[in-house]
């Protein structure tokens, strides 16, 4: 059997409201002729008030898009309304051999990933760049060490005679360090009580920042990491790659931090190997108008190779080679801890890397509870806080309405500031995405 996804998936690809209620009222079969699919892909045409349909196909594991209209929005809301309809009406897209026009599509995406471009490498000059930047991020954390420490001779209470963050944060980005520049930008936000923590977290990560060539491999990889420095895709994929069938714990979509515009999304993927238990956290980014190029129906299995960012504490991959499209999963929830586990877990986590906010955690035989104080998760012995304010009171509700007041399996990020919920199993059903419109 075919596994479809769930209308909640498709909806989370929109890359706007608009879009998503667009495709809604293009969900029916009125408007499509010639649908189909393959397993590979789903395909149609939509009339609209032109006399020439729109032609709309959808390569399901990318998934990549292809419409004949003149939307610049990716995908558009005719891939997502065929998207629903073959969701929701299996009957309406019945498996048939793809028509030339998709046929001529697909291959021509074929050809068009399996070409690689290749540049010179001058290995020369990366290395006298690379040392340009150490030297300019060495003495932006020298600097801001300095900043850090008139702050707190002042008194936190007492800002006399010190600049703004915002002219540190200028400061960072010219020393080619955004992640300090963005770490920097957050400190006008926090409330009193947490500027000694973050004051001293900054410190350390600067400090550390001065010293990278001292410290081990993997710890200085974390540090290099969370001041700024990136990594192709291509060149961690040249690395080791760890084969396994990934099971899709769940998504989340949100404004890119640190982007000029709030339009800019990041996609957060996670999955867990079923054989090697490693939790992997995948990331996609989408321009204004698009949704992120990477979406992965959540419960389902995806056999391919990931390989790890370097770090003390391993999470970020790069996704390599697939071996097949997404397929469905387990029909029971996943392996979870404890909410007294949990928390042993994400402390040997923080051991590895410092500045760690969360930790990918699955819950298990735990229900949220809302007192005047906020939401929680409990197990009956143990209780954990709920970081509302990283997720919108909709979701919270949903989770509840999930729930029903009995136990389930719950997936999230649990970090010192509470965990955030991103996916629920309740008892015999599909997985629930929470944070999806």
Do not use: N
Not at 227 to 243: M, Q
């Amino acid at each position: 059997m075919e596994e479809r996804w769930s209308t909640q998936h498709v909806l989370s690809l929109a890359p706007d409201a608009t879009s998503r209620k667009t495709a809604g009222r293009l969900s029916s079969p009125a408007p499509w002729s010639g649908t189909g699919t393959d397993g590979v892909a789903v395909w149609g045409e939509c009339g609209g008030s032109g006399r020439t349909p729109y032609r709309t196909a959808v390569e399901l594991a990318t998934p990549a898009y292809r419409c004949s209209c003149p939307s610049r929005k990716l995908p558009c809301s005719h891939a997502l309304g065929l998207l629903l309809l073959w969701s929701g009406s299996p009957e309406a897209v019945p498996a048939a051999e793809p028509a030339d026009w998709v046929r001529a599509w697909l291959r021509d995406r074929r050809e068009h990933v399996g070409k690689r471009p290749t540049a010179p490498a001058d290995p020369e000059a990366a290395r006298r760049r690379a040392e340009r930047r150490g030297a300019r991020v060495t003495a932006g954390a020298a600097e801001l060490r300095l900043r850090l420490a008139d702050r707190i001779r002042h008194g936190l209470a007492d800002p006399s005679g010190v600049g703004p963050w915002e002219e540190v944060a200028a400061r960072m980005v010219d020393a080619q360090a955004p992640g300090l520049a963005t770490r920097v930008r957050e400190l006008d936000a926090l409330p009193p009580e947490r500027l000694l923590e973050e004051y001293a977290m900054l410190h350390l990560l600067a400090t550390a920042a001065t010293r990278v060539d001292e410290l081990p491999a993997d710890l200085a990889a974390t540090v290099r990491a969370r001041v700024g420095y990136t990594l192709d895709a291509a060149e961690v994929l040249a690395g080791p790659t760890v084969r396994d069938r990934w099971l899709v714990l769940g998504s989340r979509t949100m404004p890119m931090e640190g982007g000029s515009d709030d339009r800019l999304t990041t996609r957060r993927v996670w999955l867990r190997g079923a054989k090697t238990g490693r939790p992997a956290l995948l990331l996609a980014f989408g321009r204004p108008g698009q949704a992120p190029d990477l979406a992965l129906p959540t419960g389902h299995l995806l056999e391919a190779e990931l390989a790890y960012h370097p770090a003390a504490r391993p999470l970020r991959a790069a996704l390599g080679t697939r071996h097949g499209a997404p397929g469905a999963g387990p029909a029971e929830p996943p392996a979870g801890l404890s909410v007294a586990e949990a928390v042993a877990g994400y402390g040997t986590a923080v051991a590895d890397d410092p500045w760690l906010e969360s930790w990918p955690t699955v819950l298990t035989g735990v229900v949220p509870v809302r007192t005047p104080d906020g939401w929680y998760l409990t197990d009956g012995h143990h209780t954990l806080p709920v970081r509302a304010a990283a997720v919108p009171e909709p979701a919270l509700w949903r989770l509840a309405a999930v729930s029903t007041g009995r136990p389930l399996t719950v997936f999230g990020e649990y970090g010192h500031q509470g965990f955030v919920p991103v996916t629920a199993w309740p008892a015999g059903h599909r997985p629930v995405g929470l944070t999806h419109p």
